[in-house]
């Protein structure tokens, strides 16, 4: 059972543009909802966090909106670089029972033309 | 780059052997965590160790097992290996009770032929 599911797949977006990655969940215990970057060779790295306490959160050129009651998050990339291609992942995870295991998507593969 | 290092980064076996990956912490941090990533899949959770005890595991069968040493260093153990163990390790090493610690290693890819 996927609990947290990821779309597109893959995305090509024109530098400077703006890239939109989303993500829906089902575990309505989930309350922790970060968003990683991975490149080829390397392990995922926290981009930005959010709590469902908000609806969105900004850091820098990445923001993250948050829609509780459809159970849905996404990650918007402004100004989209050639340095920001790489596979974002989605994760999710809830503070019960002691470990902090996070439930991930299955991935974006992220493409910015120059 | 985060302070979690991994050993080896390839490894090759043969399907019913055993393999041990090991993992270093990012110095102040108390919890590791392991993940297994398919390719072109993200990373599933494999178990998570705090005070040298596993405290929350995924859905993985008893031969994926682990150990934590007082350092906070950590090992990932699996027996009896199946080809579709084939997979990138990654261990991630946190603070317990702060989810935005969490620093993933650059991983140890694992071939089973």
């Known amino acids: 059972q996927q609990q947290v599911k990821q779309s597109p797949q893959s995305l090509i977006v024109q530098k400077g543009g703006i890239s939109i990655i989303n993500c829906a969940y089902e575990n309505t215990a989930f309350d922790y909802f970060p968003w990683y970057q991975q490149f080829p060779g390397k392990g995922p790295a926290l981009l930005i966090a959010?709590?469902?306490?908000?609806s969105e959160k900004k850091e820098g050129r990445f923001t993250i909106s948050f829609n509780k009651s459809a159970k849905q998050f996404s990650l918007h990339i402004m100004d989209s670089q050639p340095g920001d291609s790489a596979t974002y992942f989605c994760?999710?995870?809830?503070?019960?029972?002691?470990?902090?295991?996070?439930?991930f998507g299955k991935g974006t593969h992220l493409i910015i033309q120059p | 780059e985060t302070g979690v290092t991994q050993s080896p980064t390839h490894l090759i076996k043969t399907r019913g052997q055993q393999v041990t990956l090991r993992c270093s912490s990012q110095?102040?941090?108390?919890?590791v965590s392991w993940y297994q990533q398919a390719l072109g899949q993200g990373p599933q959770f494999i178990f998570q160790?705090?005070?040298?005890?596993?405290?929350g595991r995924g859905n993985f069968p008893p031969r994926f097992s682990g150990l934590q040493f007082p350092n906070y260093s950590s090992e990932l153990n699996v027996n009896a290996l199946e080809l579709d163990d084939s997979a990138l390790y990654l261990c991630?090493?946190?603070?317990?009770?702060?989810?935005?610690?969490?620093?993933f290693g650059p991983g140890t890819r694992l071939l089973v032929l």
């Open positions: 994760a999710a995870s809830s503070a019960g029972g002691g470990a902090d295991g996070l439930t």
């Open positions: 110095s102040g941090h108390n919890t």
């Open positions: 160790y705090y005070r040298e005890e596993e405290n």
């Open positions: 959010i709590r469902p306490d908000v």
């Open positions: 991630a090493s946190g603070k317990q009770g702060a989810r935005e610690t969490q620093y």
